[in-house]
Nanobody, 121 residues
Framework: QVLLVESGGGLVQPGGSLRLSCAGS????????MGWYRQAPGKQRELVGT???????NYADSVKGRFTISRDNAKKTEYLQMNSLKPEDTAVYYC???????????????WGQGTLVTVSS
């Protein structure tokens, strides 16, 4: 099976920085597009940003200029660098990926379990 695991969340003060990682493992032949989402208490899950296989990125207006998505295809890993964090960035952050499976090589959407980011003084 496919497993995506986020790491790097925690408590940070406003204005601080964190870098999240999302590592893929399991029956992965290749990964196409990847992305980050977040969900704050009482709110719907929202898109943070995406990155294509060739490295083209797209960001939500709320994080543009502060967050940067990158990827390492050899390591099957996606990163989210978060700078100038605000209290409203507090949420559970989820990574996702379009995964080509080994064996049958069918394309599936995979999600991580989430990592909590808390921005507070």
């Amino acid at each position: 099976q496919v497993l995506l695991v986020e790491s790097g969340g925690g408590l940070v003060q406003p204005g601080g920085s964190l870098r999240l990682s999302c590592a893929g493992s399991g029956s992965i032949f290749a990964i196409d597009a990847m992305g980050w989402y977040r969900q704050a208490p009482g709110k719907q899950r929202e898109l943070v940003g995406t990155i294509t296989r060739d490295g083209t990125t797209n960001y939500a207006d709320s994080v543009k200029g502060r967050f940067t998505i990158s990827r390492d295809n050899a390591k099957k890993t996606e990163y989210l660098q978060m700078n100038s964090l605000k209290p409203e960035d507090t949420a559970v952050y989820y990574c996702n990926a379009e995964v080509v499976l080994e064996g049958g090589r069918s394309l599936v959407a995979a999600w991580g379990q989430g990592t909590l980011v808390t921005v507070s003084s």
